[in-house]
T-cell receptor, first 113, second 113 residues
Framework: GQQLNQSPQSMFIQEGEDVSMNCTSS?????WLWYKQDPGEGPVLLIA?????ELTSNGRLTAQFGITRKDSFLNISASIPSDVGIYFC?????????????FGSGTQLTVLP | DTEVTQTPKHLVMGMTNKKSLKCEQH?????MYWYKQKAKKPPELMFV???????INESVPSRFSPECPNSSLLNLHLHALQPEDSALYLC????????????FGDGTRLSIL
């Protein structure tokens, strides 16, 4: 069954606003990944996190690996129209196969001009 | 542009047809993956090849048959598919070390008539 809860499911924001989304689980993860998917394309890796407490930035994006290893968040600052898309968190369960990712259900982001 | 190349980009086939999806990467990655993705849903893992050997088969019906001819190529052979198999089929690859993230191709949009 679903082991990752991603929220919110969708967001409508004004251009220039900041955005925050997160993923939580009752299980422990040893890797967190954040992907963005545009229509008609495959997911593109945004940020990879490997250590509890790790905070990593990629331009206007910042993500953190929760200290309990059961959650992660992604922030986007000063949103622009090209930020539109579906954002997925994904992680490797510490108890699972190293090659297997568990995906969140996705956050659909719409940026209004 | 993605470094994982999938062909064809679109495929329409009847339920009695046999076709193949192809995936290629030249990043020296030693693990390759097939995922199935329905609209606005996260990718669902189908198969994993590690060092050219099938290491994970997520209880996929036998009408889907994967093949890994060499470390750069991954095929998915299709036969007698059902309408519910219509989806975006994504290929991904990752380096030999299990810690490194997966990189996705843009997928093949498959429609079964």
């Amino acid at each position: 069954g679903q082991q990752l809860n991603q929220s919110p499911q969708s967001m409508f924001i004004q251009e220039g606003e900041d955005v925050s989304m997160n993923c939580t689980s009752s299980s422990i993860f040893n890797t967190w990944l954040w992907y963005k998917q545009d229509p008609g394309e495959g997911p593109v890796l945004l940020i990879a996190l490997y250590k509890a407490g790790e905070l990593t930035s990629n331009g206007r994006l910042t993500a953190q690996f929760g200290i309990t290893r059961k959650d992660s968040f992604l922030n986007i600052s000063a949103s622009i129209p090209s930020d539109v898309g579906i954002y997925f968190c994904a992680g490797r369960l510490s108890s699972g196969s190293a090659r297997q990712l568990t995906f969140g259900s996705g956050t659909q982001l719409t940026v209004l001009p | 542009d993605t470094e994982v190349t999938q062909t064809p980009k679109h495929l329409v086939m009847g339920m009695t047809n046999k076709k193949s999806l192809k995936c290629e990467q030249h990043m020296g990655h030693r693990a390759m993956y097939w995922y199935k993705q329905k609209a606005k849903k996260p990718p669902e893992l189908m198969f994993v090849y590690s060092y050219e050997k099938l290491s994970i088969n997520e209880s996929v019906p036998s009408r889907f048959s994967p093949e890994c001819p060499n470390s750069s190529l991954l095929n998915l052979h299709l036969h007698a598919l059902q309408p519910e198999d219509s989806a975006l089929y994504l290929c991904a690859s990752s380096p030999g070390t299990v810690k490194e993230p997966q990189h996705f191709g843009d997928g093949t949009r498959l429609s079964i008539l």
